[in-house]
């Protein structure tokens, strides 16, 4: 098992710009999330997924989107990317009612 | 609303010295899980330890050992005969609900040199 990949690993985007970021898991699981680091700080919840076809805003969701078509994939969409969304992305999953999140190794973003 | 204080912002301890990182949480749900997960200068997200609210029972693993304490909301994380390859930032996260969202502190970067 692959785990939780994410592409790409590193991305420098111009102001306005857009651009998805991939995440998926092999691992058959339910629940999918995304979160941001920022530099010195802990992860931030942008959004969550507890199966194919839903989807939920976490604590920080403004300029961003996600979809859940399917249950491996969860894409992440930057419409529009701001300097203030340069931060380093975390995919996670977890399987339902075991609460622990397996974690992508994150997408490193600049937006300049 | 869930809360979780690492008020630890960094450490730096001599390989062998033992070291102990806190973690405050607060929460109104009487179940929850807690999480400490170590983050190497590599980037990664490493899961350490699981503990719910309905086990108090302390964990040792090897070197590791973890103390849940409900009556003081504290989950604390102790390294044992710390080495250079636990230099790392280690974040103390609480999971409330039933879409498992995990809460995280701001973590704690522990140094450890020779």
């Known amino acids: 098992n692959a785990g939780v990949t994410q592409t790409p690993k590193f991305r420098i985007l111009k102001i306005g710009q857009s651009m998805t970021l991939q995440c998926t898991q092999d691992m058959n699981h339910n629940y999918m999330y995304w979160y941001r680091q920022d530099p010195g700080m802990g992860l931030k919840l942008i959004y969550y997924s507890v199966g194919a076809g839903i989807t939920d805003k976490g604590e920080v969701p403004n300029g961003y989107n996600v979809s859940r078509s399917t249950t491996e994939d969860f894409p992440l969409r930057l419409e529009l990317a701001a300097p203030s969304q340069t931060s380093v992305y975390f995919c996670?999953?977890?399987?339902?009612?075991?609460?622990?999140?397996?974690f992508g190794p994150g997408t490193r973003l600049t937006v300049l | 609303a869930q809360k979780v204080t690492q008020a630890q912002t960094e450490i730096s301890v001599v390989e062998k010295e033992d070291v102990t990182l806190d973690c405050v949480y607060e929460t109104r749900d009487t179940t929850y899980y807690l999480f400490w997960y170590k983050q190497p200068p590599s980037g990664e997200l490493v899961f350490l330890i699981r503990?719910?609210?309905?086990?108090?029972q302390n964990e040792i693993s090897g070197r590791y050992s973890w103390n849940f304490q409900k009556s003081t909301s504290s989950f604390n994380f102790t390294i044992t005969a710390s080495q250079v390859v636990d230099s790392a930032v280690y974040f103390c996260?609480?999971?409330?609900?039933?879409?498992?969202?995990?809460?995280f502190g701001t973590g704690t970067r522990l140094q450890v040199t020779l």
């Open positions: 996670a999953s977890s399987t339902q009612g075991r609460h622990e999140q397996f």
């Open positions: 996260a609480l999971n409330t609900g039933t879409a498992s969202k995990l809460t």
């Open positions: 503990r719910n609210s309905f086990d108090e």
